[in-house]
């Protein structure tokens, strides 16, 4: 089989959250009451939701189990506090990475003074169990993918200048998530929000359009 290419539309994107109490959320994968059985995941990947909290806004403590949680700050801080004793703020250009294993409680916050946006990508994991563990890689650079080995998957970061272009690696599965500007994949122009679930990649290349800087996320899976 050749490469498939699905494009999910920012616009389509299931919305939730509680507006009025300073929290939106939109949805790109069936997630709580927005159920939808031909949605339920890609790859590993079971949830990538876009976050926006007011300032003072947030989620109080809640759990996790056998679930591996990678989170990227588009703008703002994010305020995080779990049961293990953890506790950091996230700026723009860090990856956090919450392994819940066999279970975690934690706190998300926005503490700052200024709205806080930002995606959070769900996993699952090959196993289940295990202690939960948790970290931040501080301003990581495009050139070193974060690795997820629970998951059997990398995370790519890529930043690139209009008219630049990337590689979107040669895997079975790979989801690329436009954080900011405009890029095109394989004659489809993608933009903020919008998403390509890649079967069988090979050969494809991210090119940046538009006049700003292009962001996006590729995630580089097994299967």
């Known amino acids: 089989m050749g490469c498939v290419i699905d494009v999910r539309r920012s616009i389509d994107r299931y919305r939730g959250g509680?507006?009025?109490?300073?929290?939106?959320?939109?949805?790109?994968?069936?997630?709580?009451?927005?159920?939808?059985?031909?949605?339920?995941?890609f790859g590993a990947v079971l949830a990538c939701n876009e976050e926006r909290l007011a300032p003072g806004a947030g989620f109080d403590e809640h759990p996790h189990s056998h679930t591996e949680i990678v989170t990227w700050v588009v703008e703002g801080e994010l305020t995080h506090r779990d049961t293990t004793g953890h506790e950091s703020v996230v700026r723009p250009g860090d990856v956090q990475h919450l392994s819940a294993a066999g279970g975690v409680r934690h706190v998300e916050?926005?503490?700052?003074?200024?709205?806080?946006?930002?995606i959070q990508m769900w996993l699952?994991?090959?196993?289940?169990?295990?202690?939960?563990?948790?970290?931040?890689?501080?301003?990581?650079?495009?050139?070193?993918?974060?690795?997820?080995?629970?998951?059997?998957?990398l995370l790519h970061v890529r930043r690139l200048a209009p008219g630049e272009r990337t590689a979107i690696p040669d895997a079975p599965c790979?989801?690329?998530?436009?954080?900011?500007?405009?890029?095109?994949?394989?004659?489809?122009?993608?933009?903020?929000?919008?998403?390509?679930?890649?079967?069988?990649a090979e050969g494809l290349e991210a090119v940046a359009g538009g006049e700003g800087e292009a962001e996006l996320l590729v995630w580089e899976m097994t299967g």
Do not use: C, K, Q, W
Not at 21 to 41: I, K, M, Q
């Open 124 to 153: 699952s994991p090959l196993a289940p169990g295990g202690d939960p563990s948790y970290e931040v890689v501080r301003g990581i650079a495009d050139s070193t993918p974060y690795a997820v080995p629970a998951a059997g998957a």
């Open 174 to 200: 790979a989801y690329v998530h436009v954080v900011r500007g405009e890029v095109h994949v394989d004659g489809e122009t993608l933009t903020p929000g919008d998403a390509a679930r890649i079967m069988t």
């Open 18 to 41: 509680e507006p009025g109490t300073g929290v939106e959320t939109f949805h790109a994968f069936s997630f709580g009451p927005h159920y939808d059985p031909d949605n339920l995941r």
């Open 109 to 118: 916050r926005n503490d700052a003074g200024a709205p806080l946006v930002f």
